[in-house]
């Protein structure tokens, strides 16, 4: 901690430097600006979720305040290190400190916007407005997009050049970050309201954030901090040699850090990332998916990145075993070859240096491959990208898969700003084309990283002892694969198998278990076993076929489930691995039914499992075609134009709407229908982590667009679902996909939900809450019966009660549709009600004459049926006396919908009254007449606050003076009105939505 | 259906053939219309129908001379149509129908001259008809019918073929009156309004240009679109224009026309001679008119129910409804004669207790409260002149003029 603010005290002299420079970068930012812009319009949907989306916030806040290591906050940026470093298990008091104070972080925001950067002062007039702005979503957001661009310009390209050049120079960063960071609030405070909305753009943000900050703020904090012993000599090489290159302290910490933040972003990420922005965001801040990013990108940039990544990963094992040197200086080669002949030429010198002193090679190894970048960059940009990407994207996959472990993702991710650093002259018109630029030029910096790997290797495999690091990984990899018990029991039997042969061999420490493809298990396993052969076809099967239920639960349940006993870190990671694992896996099967000879559907596999990241069974669905795939990654590319942070930003509001009741239905199955399945955890926060585990999770299992494709010829009939959940309380979200027949409650199950919320004293948004969840459980099922009817008249009737009229008009239309098909219900009532809503509120002669044209001749015996047109004819009429007594006598909830006119009436019968009658008419009438049940107190009131003149007579009593009133009486604006229209929007509303 | 032998099938389909074409190469355009109307159920259409039935491949007649092969497209499409037609299968007749009118709306759009617009209509008209029985065939089976707004699309992209300039604009109107029929049908009345504007803005064109009887029939649509917004005046303006252009032999779309007009003029103020609803046997209004006379509540509010199905189809209750002020009007206006007689010096002033009494013989119960709320609502719409003594409960009239007559202008303006 203290450390922390030492670092951030000395660095301040730096700062022009990094000012500067952040200027010259300024290109790349500047795209992303219109994205962040309308991600930050956005946030219609934020009522729902206003825990999680706290949560989330509080999340990202401390990772700013990390960020922000501004005297300001000095103490804070060091709490957020110690927080964000998985082994410390400070991450999950981060994230606690994050979800427990949400005031707290909202506090701390206001330093942040108070220091005294240009950008930040912007964001501070950014954050006033928005909190000005709060209750009016649409208002506000409109407001901001100005200030948004306004600071993207200036702040944006701050950033990424801060990061870059000044590794060194602190301040730089800190300043960057607190800029950068405040617009990334600033969207979301846009979508502010939306708790949802904010994590979706934090998300986006934080991966874009981490990934060019991280690398100059870490090295200041990291020299200081504890792990500076690990580094000291890689560091002062570094240093020494290479100005820009970072420190590998530096990186052991992000390393550690990563993974950490890498689940905490993700999960932001995920409600938000869906479709496009989702990948784009991940892949940058995870190393995979920024190479994806790359391989897409024209500028060829990408495959240097990734070869660096690659590279450095293999340096990683080595130190353990130092005789996969060859081996993979050959895969290295093989490797470059494919992309270009000119990066084969340099790349093997790095190796050599890299090989022979790891720790002191490296950061020369970096420089030189820098360079060797820069020269190849033209050449590749035309051809590489089109024709390398296929291969680039086979190869990954199975590197990075033995990096299985978050860490070393993040490792990778980490490395780049270094390197762009020292690229920047070459990078930086890279960077303003796109995201993928700057995840290519991250990469070299990672190769310093191989110190921190051991211990956290230490942690996270389970068996460390005398197996080489990178075997344990391997085996790591190959069992976080398997399904279950039967897939573990082949795999180990396999790997058993392979370990033994490689003992024999003398291989067993000589090997590249990082780069043996797991396939060689499973080969072993097809070859060998029964069991293992059922894995695979599994496997196999999975991925093209299995899409309902990958799209569910079986994915999302075994991160949680399996990974988490696996890695002594924490259960996130675990649940990280696993999925990657799982995407992982689905490739690899992939890989093997196309026997890895034909590169392009491999590739686009890759490009999938690689996304998938982030959602890790989406692609699975389209394993069948490679035309799928081929589409996917045409729109992949689309996506990898844009900047990391831009991708986060580009969805529409529109999407972002559907992001947040997506990541609402996340939440709430979280809470609700998974509580069984997950272990809950003991600690909030850590539950609040899984919870955005979930929500990143999930969406990733959702469709993109290629998904509804596939969903359109569904045979809805044959997938009818029959629900397994009992739970009785669900929470609503909006499916976007097809629902989990486990989360979805059969019919004996939502009678009893239905007599709950009709039992339940709880308020209204909770009840209409529970009762859309029901509603959504009986379409998924089908079912169209009395339990139907019965459920849309109680809410029908709830909404009336409530005045929501939205919802109200919903439930009767299903009504109408469910009584069109014979359902025994209280038609009558609803005719009624029908007919008093287009009396009262549509204002619609035609619409009001066919539904009265409807009515049979027994529906106009009804009682209250004829009370309705009572009703209406005394408002076409405007008899406001028979209103009014109407009023009183109203059968069922007949008042209600009157309620809603009340005004408008009785303005119009004072306005009448003062016109017709003089000199004077007591108030008393007034109120008898007007239905304010003789309370005169109330009448005289609403007669002040309508503009009338009230006199007094002799006696003391109350006159309306009609004459004066004439020209007086106005309609005063409602006081509850809303900018948006709906008060049930109403902020407040939503704070008390789950209390 | 009679026997038909193979050549004589034959030699109807060929003499078919060859009148289509020889109208088409001889821009005739009677001609063309006789061979396209189904709905006519001419013997000639009728025989070749049959003849089709008989000799099912037609296609092949049609493609043996290059003569009939130009439009052999369109005129298979008719033929499918037609046979479907014949033995009752009117979904299929009418998609066929559909191929073939769009089929020959594509020819017509290439033709310069709008020599074909007649043949045009017809299949306007017969697309709509067919469209609407083959509806009626769908309902009976429980399909949902939705040929006839299938044929709403069609006809919008005739008009559309139609609305730009040239001689072929003046058959736009047709199309807009078919479109009108179609969406009054449909009850989709909000479509109108686009075709509205396109003719009511269209500068290019004088309205008065089209042939009448599309303008008296344009005039009565948007006129009855008029009554469902309770615009009366600008109701009255296209309806007495539709009247006044109607052919006056054509009683029964007379008839149509003054079902609207009447309520028009009535919450206008202007009250129909009995011989003019009895000539054109519009009894239902008989009862409200006279209710109108005689201030007669009682009546009016049996009428309204009498004729309830009626009136809420044709969609003037509303309007009707509202004429029970003026019938209020009525009725205080002779109590008002009443006192006047009996003690000119108070007349001006109208006890709320003497209409209620008023009310009272009539049957219908009302208690001050209520009376002296619709003497307000009087009052302000400037039905009644003067104003109500609360305290009093007296409405105290006007000495001129207290009750004004609308003369034409709406009540409460």
Redesign the interface.
């Known amino acids: 901690m203290n450390q922390g603010g030492g670092n951030t005290q000395t660095v301040p002299p730096l700062d022009p430097n990094s000012i500067e420079n952040r200027y010259g970068v300024n290109g790349s930012q500047v795209q992303i600006s219109p994205y962040q812009y309308s991600t930050g319009s956005d946030g219609a949907s934020w009522t729902t979720h206003k825990v999680d989306n706290q949560v989330v916030q509080n999340g990202n806040y401390s990772s700013s305040n990390y960020y922000h290591p501004q005297p300001t906050v000095a103490t804070v940026p060091a709490t957020g290190n110690v927080q964000e470093t998985p082994n410390t298990a400070s991450f999950s008091s981060s994230s606690t400190s994050g979800t427990a104070n949400t005031s707290q972080d909202y506090s701390g925001y206001t330093p942040y916007q108070t220091s005294s950067d240009p950008p930040q002062n912007y964001s501070n007039t950014g954050y006033s407005s928005y909190y000005s702005g709060y209750q009016q979503q649409q208002p506000s957001q409109s407001s901001y997009p100005q200030p948004v661009g306004a600071y993207q310009n200036t702040g944006a390209p701050y950033q990424p050049i801060s990061s870059f050049q000044n590794p060194g120079s602190y301040a730089g960063t800190p300043s960057y970050s607190g800029t950068y960071y405040n617009p990334a609030d600033y969207q979301t405070t846009g979508g502010y309201q939306t708790t949802n909305y904010s994590n979706q753009t934090a998300g986006g943000y934080q991966n874009t954030n981490y990934s060019n900050q991280t690398p100059t703020t870490n090295q200041g904090n990291y020299t200081s901090n504890p792990y500076q012993n690990y580094t000291h000599d890689t560091t002062n090489s570094h240093s020494s040699t290479v100005a820009a290159t970072t420190t590998p302290v530096h990186y052991q910490q992000n390393y550690q850090q990563w993974p950490d933040y890498y689940s905490q972003t993700e999960v932001p990420c995920a409600p938000g990332t869906e479709k496009l922005p989702a990948p784009s965001a991940v892949s940058q801040s995870f190393p995979v998916p920024g190479v994806t990013n790359e391989m897409p990108a024209s500028n060829g940039q990408p495959v240097p990145s990734y070869a660096q990544p690659w590279r450095q990963e293999t340096n990683l094992s080595q130190p353990p075993s130092q005789q996969p040197a060859a081996a993979v200086s050959a895969s290295n080669d093989a490797y470059w070859m494919h992309q270009t002949q000119n990066q084969q030429a340099h790349y093997p010198v790095p190796p050599q240096n890299h090989y022979q002193s790891p720790l002191e090679t490296k950061p020369l190894h970096k420089t030189p491959f820098q360079g060797h970048q820069r020269t190849t960059y033209p050449q590749e940009m035309n051809s590489q990208s089109s024709v390398h990407q296929a291969p680039l994207g086979y190869r990954q996959p199975t590197q990075t898969t033995p990096s299985v472990d978050t860490q070393r993702v993040s490792k990778v991710q980490i490395p780049t700003n270094p390197r762009i650093a020292s690229n920047l002259p070459s990078g930086y018109t890279k960077m303003d084309k796109g995201s993928s630029a700057a995840g290519a030029i991250k990469t070299p910096a990672y190769v310093s990283v191989s110190m921190p790997k051991p211990k956290s290797h230490a942690t996270a495999v389970p068996e460390p002892g005398t197996l080489p690091k990178s075997l344990c990984g391997f085996v790591e990899r190959a069992f976080a694969r398997c399904k279950d018990d039967k897939e573990n029991a082949s795999c180990q039997a396999a790997l058993k198998k392979v370990i033994a042969d490689a003992r024999d061999d003398g291989t067993l420490h000589t090997r590249d278990w990082d780069t043996e493809p797991l396939s060689t298990v499973l080969n072993t396993d097809v070859t060998n076993t029964e069991s293992s052969s059922t894995l695979i076809s599994s496997l196999q099967n999975k991925s093209p076929t299995k899409r309902p239920k990958s799209r569910w639960e079986p994915l999302v349940e075994k991160p949680f489930v399996k990974a988490a006993p696996a890695f002594s870190s924490g259960v996130k990671f675990g649940g990280w691995n696993q999925q990657n694992q799982n995407n992982k896996k689905s490739f690899e099967s992939f890989q093997k039914a196309d026997a890895v000879t034909d590169s392009k559907p491999t590739y686009s596999w890759q490009n999938s499992a690689k996304k998938s990241f982030q959602r890790p069974v989406k692609r699975q669905r389209f394993s069948g075609g490679a035309s799928n795939a081929i589409d996917d990654e045409a729109s992949s590319d689309s996506d990898k134009d844009l900047t990391p942070s831009a991708m986060s930003f580009a969805t529409s509001a529109e999407e972002t709407k559907r992001r947040d009741s997506r990541s609402k239905r996340f939440e709430k199955v979280q809470g609700h229908s998974r509580r069984n399945e997950i272990p809950r955890p003991m600690n909030p926060n850590v539950g609040n982590l899984h919870s955005r585990r979930g929500t990143a999770l999930r969406p990733g299992e959702d469709f993109d667009e290629n998904g509804c494709r596939s969903v359109e010829d569904i045979d809805w009939n044959a997938l009818t679902v029959k629900g397994t959940c009992q739970e009785i309380e669900k929470r609503y979200f909006r499916l976007t996909s097809a629902p989990d027949p486990s989360a979805v409650r059969p019919e004996d199950v939502l009678e009893k939900a239905l007599l709950m919320v009709q039992d339940s004293q709880k308020n209204y948004l909770y009840k209409c809450d529970q009762l859309k969840s029901i509603r959504q459980d009986l379409t998924v099922q089908r079912i169209h019966n009395h339990l139907t009817v019965k459920v849309y008249e109680t809410h029908a009737r709830l909404a009336l009660e409530a005045g929501d009229l939205p919802e109200y008009n919903q439930c009767l239309s299903q009504l109408k549709i469910l009584y069109g098909e014979g359902i025994e219900g209280c038609s009558l009532e609803f005719a009624a009600y029908s007919l008093l809503y287009i009396t009262l509120h549509s204002n619609n002669?035609?619409e009001?004459?066919?539904s009265?044209?409807r009515l049979s001749k027994e529906a106009k015996k009804d009682e209250a049926v004829r009370h309705a047109l009572s009703v209406r004819?005394a408002v076409?009429?405007?008899?406001?006396?028979?209103f009014f007594r109407l009023y009183k006598t109203a059968p069922n909830m007949n008042s209600f919908l009157m309620d809603l006119y009340v005004e408008k009436m009785r303005y119009k019968?004072v306005?009448?009254?003062s016109?017709?009658?003089?000199p004077?008419?007591?108030v008393s009438?007034l109120a008898y007449?007007l239905g304010f049940t003789d309370d005169m107190e109330v009448c005289s009131e609403w007669l002040k606050a309508h503009g009338a003149s009230l006199i007094a007579d002799s006696n003391g009593d109350m006159l309306l003076d009609t004459k004066a009133s004439t020209t007086s009486l106005f309609m005063p604006e409602p006081e509850d009105a809303v900018a948006h229209g709906d008060k049930n929007l109403d902020v407040n509303d939503f704070f008390t939505r789950t209390s | 259906m009679a026997y038909v032998s193979m050549g004589e099938a034959h030699r109807r389909i060929t003499e078919y053939l060859n009148r289509f074409c020889d109208a088409v190469s001889n821009q005739d355009s009677f001609t063309l219309c006789r061979l396209l109307s189904f709905s006519s159920n001419s013997p000639s259409i009728l025989s070749l129908a049959d003849a089709l039935n008989v000799f099912q491949d037609a296609s092949s007649l049609i493609r043996q001379s290059d003569k009939f092969s130009e439009y052999g497209e369109i005129i298979a499409h008719l033929f499918r149509s037609l046979q479907s037609y014949r033995v009752g299968n009117l979904v299929e007749a009418y998609l066929a129908f559909d191929k073939f009118a769009n089929a020959f709306v594509q020819e017509f759009r290439n033709w310069e001259s709008a020599w074909a617009l007649e043949a045009l209509y017809v299949i306007c008209y017969e697309i709509r008809i067919l469209a609407e029985k083959a509806d009626k065939e769908l309902t009976s089976n429980g399909k949902s019918p939705e040929k006839l707004k299938a044929a709403g699309s069609l006809l919008m992209k005739v008009f559309g073929v139609l609305a730009g300039k040239g001689p072929k604009r003046v058959g736009a109107l047709y199309v807009t009156c078919q479109l009108f029929k179609t969406y009054f049908k449909l009850g989709t009345v909000n479509l109108c309004r686009s075709v509205i504007r396109s003719i009511e803005t269209a500068r290019i064109f004088d309205f008065e240009e089209f042939p009448t009887r599309d303008k008296v029939t344009y005039m009565y649509y948007t006129g009855r679109l008029e009554v469902f917004n309770e615009n009366f005046p600008a109701a009255d303006t296209k309806l007495s224009y539709a009247l006044q252009y109607c052919n006056s032999k054509k009683e029964r779309n007379i008839r149509m026309i003054l079902k609207y007009l009447i309520p028009v003029k009535l919450s206008i103020g202007i009250i129909p001679k009995d011989e003019l609803l009895q000539k054109y046997n519009l009894n239902e209004y008989m009862n409200i008119v006279q209710a109108l006379r005689k201030g007669d509540l009682r009546l009016l509010r049996h009428a309204l129910q009498e004729h309830e199905d009626r009136f809420l189809r044709s969609g003037v209750y509303l309007v009707l409804e509202k004429l029970e002020l003026q019938v209020y009007q009525r009725l205080m206006k002779k109590i008002y004669i009443i006192q006047k007689l009996s003690d000119p010096a108070r007349a001006h002033q109208l006890k709320l207790e003497v209409i209620a009494k008023a009310l009272r013989w009539l049957e219908i119960d009302m208690d001050l409260d209520e009376v002296e709320c619709i003497m307000t609502i009087l009052i302000y719409k400037n039905l009644v002149k003067g104003y109500l003594a609360h305290k009093s409960k007296v409405v105290v009239l006007s000495k001129q003029d207290p009750f004004p007559k609308l003369n034409g202008k709406p009540v409460g303006s």
């Open positions: 002669n035609r009001l004459l066919s009265m044209s004819a076409t009429s405007g008899n406001y006396v028979m019968a306005t009448v009254m016109r017709s009658c003089r004077t008419i007591p009438y007449v």
